[in-house]
C-alpha cells in the first residue's frame, strides 16, 4: 500500500494553468478509472474536485479538470485564481479492495 | 443535506484505546461505503478502513489487528474503535462517505467528509 506519488509543490502566477501529476501502478491509477481529487485548505476538511478520472461534482468550477494516460493521473487548474492556493490530494482504489491517497501537493499562487 | 460529525477524539497513552464515532443525518450509512481517513499533524491523508454496504471491511496495514471499523444502523453512526494505540496513531480522523449513483451503484471516491477528530497518543 505505497502512497500515490505527487510532486509536494507546484506554483504559478494568477491567470496561469498548473498541472499536478499523480503517479501509481496498474494495481491502482492504471488499473481503475476510481481516481479522485480533493482540495484541502488549512484547517479544514477536503473537498472533492474530481472524480473518476474527469468528471467534475456539482458546484465545482470548470477551471479544474482531469485526465489519466497509463498510471499516471493528473489535475489541471487552468486561470489559476488567489482561493485556488491549497494542498491537493489524489486518491485510487485498489485492487486490494482498499484506497491509497498521493502524498499531496501544495499549490502556491504567486 | 448531508452531514457527518465526528466525536471521541482525545488524549491517550500509548497502549491505550479510544472508540470514535461518527453520526451521519441526510443519508442511510448502511448503504452506503463508510470510510475512515487521517491525517497527521502537517502530513498527508492515508486511508484508514472501510465498511462496505454489505458489512465486509477492510484495513490499511498500518492499522489491521488493531483498528475494528463498525456501524450501528439503527443509530446510523459510523464508528472506529482503535486498541493499542501508538506514537505515530497521532491524527486527525476523517469519516468520509463513499455515494450512491441515481441507480444506487456504489461509488468509489468520498463526497462528503466530516469536520475531524483529533486524537493525540503521548505519555
Known amino acids: 500500500q505505497s502512497a500515490l506519488t505527487q510532486p509536494a509543490s507546484v506554483s504559478g502566477s494568477p491567470g496561469q494553468s498548473i498541472t499536478i501529476s499523480c503517479t501509481g501502478t496498474s494495481s491502482d491509477v492504471g488499473g481503475y478509472n476510481f481516481v479522485s481529487w480533493y482540495q484541502q485548505h488549512p484547517g479544514k476538511a477536503p473537498k472533492l474536485m474530481i472524480y473518476e478520472v474527469s468528471n467534475r461534482p456539482s458546484g465545482v468550477s470548470n477551471r479544474f479538470s482531469g485526465s489519466k494516460s497509463g498510471n499516471t493521473a493528473s489535475l489541471t487548474i487552468s486561470g489559476l485564481q488567489a482561493e485556488d492556493e491549497a494542498d491537493y490530494y489524489c486518491d485510487s482504489y485498489t485492487s486490494s479492495s482498499t484506497w491509497v491517497f498521493g502524498g499531496g501537493t501544495k499549490v502556491t499562487v504567486l | 443535506e448531508v452531514q457527518l460529525v465526528e466525536s471521541g477524539g482525545g488524549l491517550v497513552q500509548p497502549g491505550g484505546s479510544l472508540r470514535l464515532s461518527c453520526a451521519a443525518s441526510?443519508?442511510?450509512?448502511?448503504?452506503?461505503?463508510m470510510s475512515w481517513v487521517r491525517q497527521a499533524p502537517g502530513k498527508g491523508l492515508e486511508w484508514v478502513s472501510v465498511i462496505y454496504s454489505g458489512g465486509t471491511t477492510s484495513y490499511a496495514d498500518s492499522v489491521k489487528v488493531r483498528f475494528t471499523i463498525s456501524r450501528d444502523n439503527s443509530k446510523n453512526t459510523l464508528y472506529l474503535q482503535m486498541n493499542s494505540l501508538r506514537a505515530e496513531d497521532t491524527a486527525v480522523y476523517y469519516c468520509?462517505?463513499?455515494?450512491?449513483?441515481?441507480?444506487?451503484?456504489?461509488?468509489?471516491?468520498?463526497?462528503?467528509w466530516g469536520q475531524g477528530t483529533l486524537v493525540t497518543v503521548s505519555s
Open positions: 441526510g443519508f442511510t450509512v448502511s448503504s452506503n461505503y
Open positions: 468520509a462517505r463513499s455515494g450512491l449513483t441515481t441507480f444506487g451503484v456504489p461509488r468509489y471516491y468520498f463526497d462528503y
